[in-house]
């Protein structure tokens, strides 16, 4: 899996805006970007498993069209195969549809094509949610850290928040910030984009739990690149 590469200059903008979103609110904004969140490799073997018992289910549909076509395929000039040579290459051709697929689909870009987006959804937020509990879960003493990730392959990003942003921020709150930061890392701004979903955070976090007279700084405010 291929790095992320950011200049200095992304991570400036994305750091500069977390200090910014932090001047206001209590909250802990801990940000992370990702090149994927999964390999996804169980896809790849799912849909070479489903091409190949395609295979038996056309022959059981069809099956003197496929017949026929085995027939013409093999240059013979019978109107039928013996069962058990047909029964042989059934088993052939759903050996070799299985490691065409399987191959094709070891191709990275490819297997992330057919992936579903529900899976994709699922499996990012599943990161996202493991990331959270070891960067930033219970890590301040108010339970107010939030983490901003972001999965570029899937164009797909979370925000996972700490006990008492949680229990006064309803999930679907975060949707602008959200929609704002996938639009412009689908046109190639990551770190623009990263500082635009901490802005519109920022406002949020400052709304439900604004900032205290006595409260550090506790997690890093820098971006981290996995």
Same mark, same amino acid.
């Given at each position: ?7 200095? =200059? ?12 932090? @001047?206001?609110?209590?909250?802990? +904004? ?13 896809? *790849?073997?799912?849909?070479? +498993? ?24 093999? *240059? ?13 290459? #059934?088993? *052939? ?12 689909? =070891?191709?990275? =870009? ?6 579903? *987006? ?12 493991? #990331? ?8 301040? @003493? ?16 979370? +925000?996972?928040?700490?006990? @008492? ?24 701004? +990551? =770190? ?35």
């Amino acid at each position: 899996m291929a790095r992320i590469s950011m200049s200095e =200059a992304d991570h400036r903008i994305v750091t500069d805006a977390v200090a910014r979103a932090e @001047a206001h609110t209590d909250a802990e +904004i801990v940000t992370i970007v990702a090149r994927r969140s999964d390999a996804y490799h169980d896809v *790849g073997l799912h849909w070479a +498993i489903l091409c190949a018992f395609l295979v038996p289910a056309f022959a059981a549909a069809f099956p003197v069209h496929y017949e026929a076509a085995l027939i013409s395929l093999l *240059g013979e000039w019978t109107h039928e195969l013996p069962l058990r040579m047909l029964l042989l290459l #059934l088993l *052939g051709h759903m050996i070799l549809k299985f490691l065409v697929v399987r191959y094709l689909l =070891a191709i990275p =870009a490819l297997r992330m094509f057919f992936t579903p *987006g529900s899976t994709k959804s699922r499996r990012v937020r599943r990161r996202a949610l493991l #990331l959270f509990r070891t960067a930033a879960e219970a890590r301040t @003493a108010r339970l107010t850290g939030v983490l901003l990730y972001l999965s570029l392959d899937e164009h797909r990003a979370e +925000i996972v928040a700490d006990e @008492a942003i949680a229990t006064q921020v309803s999930p679907h709150v975060w949707g602008e910030a959200m929609a704002a930061l996938v639009d412009e890392v689908r046109a190639g701004r +990551i =770190a623009q984009g990263m500082a635009l979903a901490i802005d519109k955070a920022g406002v949020i976090l400052a709304e439900h739990c604004p900032k205290s007279s006595s409260n550090p700084n506790e997690l890093p405010d820098r971006l981290i690149e996995l």
